[in-house]
């Protein structure tokens, strides 16, 4: 049977938990669903439900490496069972034949899979709810302030996973962060869109037939020409392609002014049964992101981009006649924001060379993925196909004692992020935090400090709950 999942709202002033979870996106339900294996956990999310980015219906990117190796697993292998109830909730991983695996299912039977598991581990939850204020004391958090919709809320707590993003709660509780040098643009920010109706098969027949409209065979691991990776995409009989701006069809609309520039449509598929696809293809870049109001009126011209896609699409790119809009992402995407300064940093280098660590706590594998503004993007494989390490440092806040970072927002280099931000190695990285969190907040100790845990323990109860840290490439 379940545990009560609500917390008792006439004594939520007095409140106390072993873990509060900052932030209910991939990284934080990864922590949530692992810290309440072992502790009573709660979850703070500013909006009114929580999921973030995974109900967008974009592919879980980072938990396969390009070889094909799956390399995130445990809360993810939860999530993946739950959809699998459900009819047409899952696809699985598919290749597109450029540089990348993605697990693809259907963002609605996702949504209800993180509801029901945190149901099932007794997670509390509070929505629509905001950290302004963190207790701290050489560098131990002993409570938080929470904003709700009725008043303010003083939570006690032993530890503290900070999944907002942006490294909120470590910047609060007196830890050091860092964004986008002063020479740098923050990486654009898109709405995701749906369409359902899309004919697979005619869309497909247009890859196999025209390999240079769109982006393919970049990883040398595949070892395929660009019309032999259109085969197959073809032959996997799944819409997963990036229509690139680099080819007459995408190129020709942005140079009249039909479409927003963007590197490529990445066109994902997210239902069989209704033919629905997942489109991301939006972006605005300015450097006002970081600011709140410099993102007030981007949303709205998003929106603006979101019609004039789906225009192109129905009119111009065989497949999409007949089809229609089915949903619009309830968030803007967020590619890049703060990151924590920890006690190591995830660097590019580590990225590239698939480095490994006997201090890993979760694996990425994602390539070097860096947005600019209209069709720029860098993208840099990973070596060999491969994955490497995160190290158990790199989610801890420098001078803070019982604060772990994941997600996003966890130590490393600006080119580190932009593999490490993917849903995938945030959700592996939230259930690292997890565990670290709940290890810590078990030990009772009146001066706990993460750094006093054995990395040897973190990792053996993180196999245990099956992440995977180790037998693949």
Same mark, same amino acid.
């Given at each position: 049977?379940?545990?009560?999942?609500?917390?008792?709202?006439?004594?939520?002033?007095?409140?106390?938990?072993?873990?509060?979870?900052?932030?209910?996106?991939?990284?934080?339900?990864?922590?949530?669903?692992?810290?309440?294996?072992?502790?009573?956990?709660?979850?703070?999310?500013?909006?009114?439900?929580?999921? /973030?980015?995974? *109900?967008?219906?974009?592919?879980?990117?980072? !938990?396969?490496?390009? %070889?094909? $190796?799956?390399? =995130?697993? @445990? +809360?993810?292998?939860?999530?993946?069972?739950?959809?699998?109830?459900?009819?047409?909730?899952?696809?699985?991983?598919?290749?597109?034949?450029?540089?990348?695996?993605?697990?693809?299912?259907?963002?609605?039977?996702?949504?209800?899979?993180?509801?029901?598991?945190?149901?099932?581990?007794?997670?509390?939850?509070?929505?629509?709810?905001?950290?302004?204020?963190?207790?701290?004391?050489?560098?131990?958090?002993?409570?938080?302030?929470?904003?709700?919709?009725?008043?303010?809320?003083?939570?006690?707590?032993?530890?503290?996973?900070?999944?907002?993003?942006?490294?909120?709660?470590?910047?609060?509780?007196?830890?050091?962060?860092?964004?986008?040098?002063?020479?740098?643009?923050?990486?654009?920010?898109?709405?995701?869109?749906?369409?359902?109706?899309?004919?697979? /098969?005619?869309? *497909?027949?247009?890859?196999?037939?025209?390999? !240079?409209?769109?982006? %393919?065979? $970049?990883?040398? =691991?595949? @070892? +395929?020409?660009?019309?032999?990776?259109?085969?197959?995409?073809?032959?996997?009989?799944?819409?997963?392609?990036?229509?690139?701006?680099?080819?007459?069809?995408?190129?020709?609309?942005?140079?009249?002014?039909?479409?927003?520039?963007?590197?490529?449509?990445?066109?994902?598929?997210?239902?069989?049964?209704?033919?629905?696809?997942?489109?991301?293809?939006?972006?605005?870049?300015?450097?006002?992101?970081?600011?709140?109001?410099?993102?007030?009126?981007?949303?709205?011209?998003?929106?603006?981009?979101?019609?004039?896609?789906?225009?192109?699409?129905?009119?111009?790119?065989?497949?999409?006649?007949?089809?229609?809009?089915?949903?619009?992402?309830?968030?803007?995407?967020?590619?890049?924001?703060?990151?924590?300064?920890?006690?190591?940093?995830?660097?590019?280098?580590?990225?590239?060379?698939?480095?490994?660590?006997?201090?890993?706590?979760?694996?990425?594998?994602?390539?070097?993925?860096?947005? @600019?503004?209209?069709?720029?993007?860098?993208?840099?494989?990973?070596?060999?196909?491969?994955?490497?390490?995160?190290?158990?440092?790199?989610?801890?806040?420098?001078?803070?004692?019982?604060?772990?970072?994941?997600?996003?927002?966890?130590?490393?280099?600006?080119?580190?992020?932009?593999?490490?931000?993917?849903?995938?190695?945030?959700?592996?990285?939230?259930?690292?935090?997890?565990?670290?969190?709940?290890?810590?907040?078990?030990?009772?100790?009146?001066?706990?400090?993460?750094?006093?845990?054995?990395?040897?323990?973190?990792?053996?109860?993180?196999?245990?709950?099956?992440?995977?840290?180790?037998?693949?490439?």
């Amino acid at each position: 049977m379940a545990k009560d999942c609500a917390p008792d709202c006439s004594e939520r002033k007095d409140l106390a938990y072993d873990v509060i979870v900052a932030g209910g996106g991939a990284a934080g339900v990864g922590a949530a669903l692992a810290a309440s294996r072992r502790g009573h956990v709660l979850l703070v999310e500013t909006e009114s439900t929580v999921g /973030g980015d995974l *109900l967008t219906g974009m592919p879980i990117y980072g !938990a396969w490496n390009s %070889l094909g $190796e799956q390399c =995130v697993g @445990g +809360v993810l292998n939860d999530l993946m069972a739950e959809c699998r109830q459900q009819p047409d909730g899952f696809i699985g991983p598919v290749c597109d034949w450029r540089t990348v695996y993605g697990l693809c299912l259907s963002p609605a039977a996702l949504h209800l899979a993180i509801l029901r598991l945190l149901h099932a581990c007794g997670a509390h939850v509070m929505l629509k709810s905001t950290l302004t204020r963190v207790g701290a004391k050489d560098g131990h958090v002993g409570d938080v302030e929470v904003a709700s919709h009725d008043g303010l809320h003083r939570i006690q707590c032993a530890s503290v996973v900070d999944a907002t993003g942006s490294g909120r709660v470590t910047e609060l509780a007196g830890g050091q962060v860092e964004g986008p040098g002063s020479q740098e643009t923050p990486q654009p920010m898109s709405l995701l869109f749906r369409m359902s109706g899309v004919s697979f /098969g005619e869309f *497909l027949r247009f890859v196999k037939e025209n390999p !240079a409209e769109f982006l %393919l065979a $970049e990883n040398p =691991v595949y @070892g +395929v020409t660009p019309p032999e990776a259109a085969q197959r995409v073809h032959d996997g009989g799944l819409p997963y392609a990036a229509l690139s701006a680099g080819g007459a069809l995408l190129g020709g609309a942005i140079a009249g002014g039909r479409v927003q520039p963007c590197t490529a449509f990445f066109i994902t598929p997210t239902s069989r049964q209704r033919r629905e696809v997942c489109i991301n293809a939006t972006r605005i870049s300015s450097t006002t992101l970081l600011d709140a109001r410099g993102t007030s009126c981007v949303l709205l011209d998003l929106a603006e981009q979101v019609h004039q896609s789906v225009a192109f699409l129905r009119a111009s790119v065989p497949g999409f006649s007949g089809a229609c809009l089915s949903s619009v992402a309830h968030r803007m995407g967020v590619r890049e924001t703060k990151r924590i300064r920890g006690d190591e940093s995830l660097t590019e280098s580590h990225v590239l060379n698939a480095v490994k660590s006997s201090e890993g706590i979760a694996k990425g594998a994602h390539h070097v993925d860096i947005h @600019g503004s209209g069709t720029k993007q860098i993208r840099k494989p990973v070596h060999g196909g491969g994955t490497y390490d995160i190290p158990f440092g790199s989610l801890v806040p420098t001078g803070l004692r019982n604060v772990i970072a994941a997600g996003r927002c966890i130590s490393s280099d600006r080119s580190a992020n932009g593999s490490l931000r993917l849903m995938g190695t945030c959700m592996a990285t939230g259930q690292a935090a997890g565990t670290m969190a709940s290890l810590l907040a078990e030990s009772r100790a009146k001066n706990r400090d993460i750094r006093d845990l054995s990395v040897t323990r973190v990792r053996e109860v993180l196999r245990q709950d099956g992440a995977i840290l180790d037998g693949i490439r």
